[in-house]
């Protein structure tokens, strides 16, 4: 996506070259495919428009982009940047002073709450040496205590419910005073689903924020969501005037453009992003990866990051030389595979790596995948293992025999190495985020 | 605007405005006069047509799909009249919906045959699957029908617990195998279960799973052929869950959750809020699925068939 909205704005610039002068008209359709792009990945249509404007304003105030080579490329940088400025700055930490300190969790139905308030408590656990109570004041939906127990026992965090008790303020009034007596420091209250335009609900969730006081309020919502996100994002800002905003689901492929929407229409800061269902996937939240996202490029440092909390760092530091040096071997690869299936879903992990989304998205990537691709560099010599360009004809028909698969699958195995070891090479090397501010 | 009337439950169209933002300007007005009588729509109205279906997460190409139908319509007979254009206009977007030729559903009575009729309902995460199923069981018991419903989300924490205080309010059979077991298996057993009682609709939930996760898909069509083995030609519905709220995202969703379990039905949910949903107009013509049921509210009896017509007039409310 991202090199097709940057070919797009290529061939839509181009015709420019040889102007004098960027003007409203000569820039129009770039500005246009910008907003498709935009729109394509859910930003609200009108944010986006006025997003554009912006964007214009910057675009006519950049000769630049006329002299420039790639004027394409860097007409997306600046969308780049505006994106990345909007979005807020850098990423806020919690404030959890006090004792306790309090956290409220807010948000529509099926937004991921609870999954988020099980994973908050576990990374304040085990990140931030604290000692959390869950607090289940979710009195409406069915089994909604039963599975914030359920996370609250995965992760050895004690969750504070009363099964009978249909009053939420009170539950959550009394959890502060249980919290103080058997001293824990966080409290992390969950509370029901509920739509904006819930009269009675949304009372209830502004008495609960009034009675317990919270240090933070953080509003979640799913980051599929659509249009609507800057209705709901703004609603619940104006009952609660809450601090943060979580994102959940993003080990999906959507584009997030929700994220953006919400920054703009209530200004805070997105605190955390949330993927997968394994309760120790919280991120905090990088404007410039959101940025990449929302625009179709893939996150190769979210990829880095993960990998280096996984791996040693000497490890990771080798690692990081091969691929600059474009060294990146089987060996290396192979070595990764395990260390890999521990850091969770393959899939998503390889979506991080740009230009990866594409190629993955018909791809067969779950932890089966690598028996087949270790069963295949299993098949070579340590030579071929420690340089891939050994592999000729006649060595691919080896493998193949000795795995007992077909050429067709080395070969693709191997194109596939190729590309991934190119494009990790690539990006190692930051052409593009890294372009000079004024190359001419 | 009389031929919608009939359309018009009142009570019915009360619970999905609740909540739909409201404008002064009826769009449909505004469209008709700019219209009437010409051959052509200016660009200002269509930029507009544009802005409102953009809004409603109708998406950029089913945006220009409906606008070149538009188009075409007033190129081809010219309207002088702007009430009979107001319900063409209307008309035109209905009909992309029509076009998978498929009326939309009276109410929830079920064909008399295959008995037991097996469904299984699939979605991502949160979108409300479970929800759905308990308040179908509801419609389908209010129908006189017998009910098992299959708790085959044996992932998410509670989730079986959640099905089965369902099945309780409805007054249904429940088939499960309790947590962190093989959800195909529960799916072969319910409709088992369904086959030895004699019960007339088995309805199976599975956990929500983002479509971009390979084996969790896989493991999809696993549970579809094992309730194949269990009862051959079924599930004779597969009912894709969407959430009102969800933008673009929704179509790679049918797509992906299509390939895997061969979805034959579109139950859209949580349209009580704000969201209107409107990328179900693109998922319904790409893909050929008719949308059912909607979700209206969390109330046991706040699921309604579809209606496309009192759809189309939401989006523009």
């Known amino acids: 996506m991202f090199e097709s909205l940057s070919d797009r704005l290529e061939g839509a610039l181009k015709t420019l070259r040889g102007e004098h002068k960027l003007t409203e008209l000569n820039i129009a359709e770039s500005i246009k495919e910008i907003r498709r792009a935009l729109v394509a990945a859910d930003v609200n249509y009108k944010i986006a428009k006025e997003f554009t404007d912006t964007i214009k304003d910057k675009a006519l105030g950049s000769d630049n982009i006329l002299k420039s080579v ?34 409220l969790i807010a948000g529509l139905q099926g937004s991921g709450k609870t999954t988020f308030s099980g994973k908050l408590a576990n990374f304040l656990k085990t990140q931030r040496k604290k000692k959390p109570l869950l607090v289940a004041c979710d009195v409406y939906r069915p089994a909604a205590i039963d599975q ?62 009034e009675a317990i006081q919270p240090n933070e309020t953080l509003f979640v919502v799913d980051s599929m969501t ?75 440092v979210s990829f880095v990051e993960r990998a280096q909390s996984q791996f040693d760092e000497a490890e990771a530091k080798r690692l990081e030389k091969k691929i600059k040096k474009n060294k990146f071997d089987f060996n290396d690869f192979v070595s990764q595979i395990n260390q890999i299936k521990r850091m969770g879903d393959i899939k998503s992990l390889m979506n991080m790596i740009p230009g990866m989304n594409k190629m993955t998205r018909d791809l067969d990537i779950d932890d089966k995948a690598f028996i087949k691709i270790e069963s295949i560099i299993f098949s070579m010599t340590p030579a071929e293992r420690a340089d891939p360009e050994l592999l000729n004809m006649g060595r691919k028909q080896r493998i193949a025999k000795g795995c007992g698969r077909d050429i067709h699958e080395i070969n693709m195995f191997i194109k596939q190495f190729d590309q991934m070891r190119k494009m990790m090479h690539k990006l190692s090397k930051g052409n593009m985020m890294n372009m000079p501010k004024k190359p001419f | ?117 097996i469904m299984m309902v699939v979605g991502v995460n949160g979108v409300g699957k479970t929800t759905t199923i308990g308040k179908l069981a509801y419609q389908f018991k209010l129908q006189g029908k017998s009910v098992v419903v299959g708790a085959g989300d044996t992932f998410r924490a509670a989730a079986v617990d959640q099905l089965k205080i369902w099945s309780d309010r409805v007054g249904c059979h429940f088939y499960s195998k309790g947590m962190n077991t093989d959800p195909a298996a529960v799916a072969y057993e319910t409709v088992q279960y369904a086959v030895k009682n004699n019960l007339d609709v088995a309805i199976i939930d599975t956990a929500g799973r983002l479509h971009t996760k390979i084996n969790l898909m896989n493991e999809l069509t696993k549970i579809k052929r094992s309730i194949d083995k269990s009862l051959s030609g079924a599930p004779h519905e597969v009912i894709l869950v969407l959430d009102a709220t969800t933008g673009q995202n929704a179509i790679e969703q049918a797509k992906q959750f299509t390939a895997a379990t061969e979805v034959s039905a579109l139950a859209l949910t949580k349209l009580d809020g704000t969201a209107k949903g409107g990328v179900v107009l693109g998922i319904s013509d790409q893909f050929k699925i008719p949308i059912k049921y909607i979700g209206v509210g969390e109330a046991i009896d706040k699921l309604q068939v579809f209606n496309k017509q009192i759809f189309v007039e939401s989006l523009f409310k």
């Open chain 1, 70 to 103: 790639k004027p394409g490329e860097l007409m997306v940088k600046i969308v780049m940047d505006e994106l990345v400025e909007l979005m807020g700055g850098k990423a806020e930490e919690l404030d959890l002073k006090g004792s306790p300190a309090v956290v």
């Open chain 1, 148 to 209: 914030l127990s359920v996370l609250g026992e995965q992760i050895g965090v004690p969750v504070y419910k009363e099964v009978e008790n249909k009053n939420p303020v009170e539950i959550a009034l009394k959890s502060i005073k249980h919290a103080q007596d058997h001293g824990f420091d966080v409290v992390i209250v969950d509370t029901a689903g509920r739509l904006s335009i819930d009269e009675d609900m949304m009372k209830e969730i502004a008495q609960i924020k």
């Open chain 1, 226 to 300: 659509g249009q609507d996100a800057v209705n709901t994002a703004k609603a619940f800002h104006d009952r609660l005037n809450y601090e943060g905003v979580v994102l959940t689901k993003l080990d999906g492929d959507t584009r997030g453009g929700a994220a953006l929407s919400i920054k703009y229409t209530v200004g805070k800061p997105i605190k955390f992003v949330s993927e997968g269902e394994k309760l120790d996937t919280l991120d905090v939240f990088h404007p410039d990866r959101m940025a990449q996202r929302i625009l179709g490029m893939g996150d190769i």
């Open chain 2, 1 to 117: 605007m009389s031929i919608f009337k009939k359309f018009f439950n009142k009570e019915r169209e009360a619970d999905l405005d609740k909540g739909l933002e409201k404008t002064k300007t009826n769009f449909f007005d505004k469209l008709s006069r700019a219209v009437a009588g010409k051959s052509k729509v200016d660009e200002e109205v269509l930029d507009e047509l544009e802005q409102v279906l953009i809004s409603s997460d109708v998406g950029l190409d089913t945006t220009v799909k409906i606008i070149q139908r538009i188009e075409a319509r007033i190129a081809r007979d010219k309207y002088l009249n702007t009430s009979e254009l107001n319900s063409i206009l209307r008309d035109e977007i209905v009909q992309l919906l029509a076009d998978n030729n498929t009326d939309d559903l009276d109410d929830f009575s079920l064909p008399a045959s295959p008995k037991p009729y």
